[in-house]
């Protein structure tokens, strides 16, 4: 595996770190670190698209990348809804979240991987950064998942979507998490995956490391990877330091 480079200064009190390759910058100091959960941590996409796919086709639609587009990275009332107008159903919302929550909680059952480097990426930082999770899942699909993956045990603080007025794209799921953790955004880290993730970070203020989940998406992000494991995530990963 190739050796990521890096130009590393002080900027003031922050110490930066700068990837070549116009990939942008990120701390080496840090206050915390905050996940997204879904298809960052681990491939709940997976469950959630078989589960989804099978709703689809219970009113004669096929299931793609458009389809997704509709759904991954909201809540499940947002992606519900946006279902809802996609099948010429208005106002079924609530109607098709109903079907299909117990899919996603039979899918889960069956069991949930990591994504690559994930696990390998939090034993990295453990103990020496705060760690949290800020997901638009509801509460119980959180604890769920990272439990069934046993990962739960690596964070401080967890915020679901259930627990803020208002989930991604708005800032306050990280505002909260980093403030739980006794952190300014400003000098944190989150990791996303998708476009609405991506938003909520930004608007929180935090440095961006962005893992697109759906293949060919060009995000935002100071560093950009294909996975967790990328050389770069992990240089960074073993020097980064709690201010």
């Given at each position: 595996m190739a050796r990521a480079c890096f130009h590393i200064w002080t900027a003031g009190a922050e110490t930066v770190c700068s990837t070549l390759g116009g990939m942008g910058e990120l701390p080496l100091l840090v206050s915390a670190i905050v996940f997204d959960c879904d298809g960052l941590l681990l491939d709940t996409e997976t469950c959630w698209s078989r589960a989804e796919a099978s709703l689809f086709a219970d009113y004669g639609y096929g299931f793609g990348p458009a389809e997704k587009d509709l759904l991954i990275g909201r809540t499940l009332e947002a992606a519900c809804a946006n279902m809802a107008d996609y099948i010429g159903r208005p106002g079924t919302g609530p109607e098709l979240q109903a079907a299909l929550l117990p899919r996603v909680e039979q899918e889960l059952a069956a069991g949930v991987e990591p994504m690559p480097g994930a696990v390998e990426l939090l034993k990295l930082l453990a103990g020496r950064v705060p760690l949290g999770v800020a997901t638009n899942s509801q509460r119980g699909m959180l604890d769920a998942a990272l439990a069934a993956a046993s990962i739960a045990n690596f964070f401080a603080v967890s915020v679901a979507a259930d627990e803020v007025a208002h989930p991604k794209p708005n800032?306050?799921?990280?505002?909260?998490?980093?403030?739980?953790?006794?952190?300014?955004?400003?000098?944190?880290?989150?990791?996303?995956?998708?476009?609405?993730?991506?938003?909520?970070?930004?608007?929180?203020?935090?440095?961006?490391?962005?893992?697109?989940?759906?293949?060919?998406?060009?995000?935002?992000?100071?560093?950009?990877?294909?996975?967790?494991?990328?050389?770069?995530?992990?240089?960074?990963?073993?020097?980064?330091?709690?201010?």
């Open positions: 800032p306050e799921l990280y505002l909260r998490a980093f403030e739980q953790l006794s952190a300014s955004p400003r000098t944190g880290v989150a990791l996303e995956d998708s476009s609405t993730g991506v938003a909520a970070a930004r608007n929180a203020g935090a440095y961006l490391i962005t893992v697109p989940s759906q293949q060919g998406k060009n995000l935002d992000g100071d560093l950009v990877a294909s996975t967790l494991d990328d050389p770069r995530i992990v240089e960074w990963a073993q020097t980064v330091h709690v201010i």
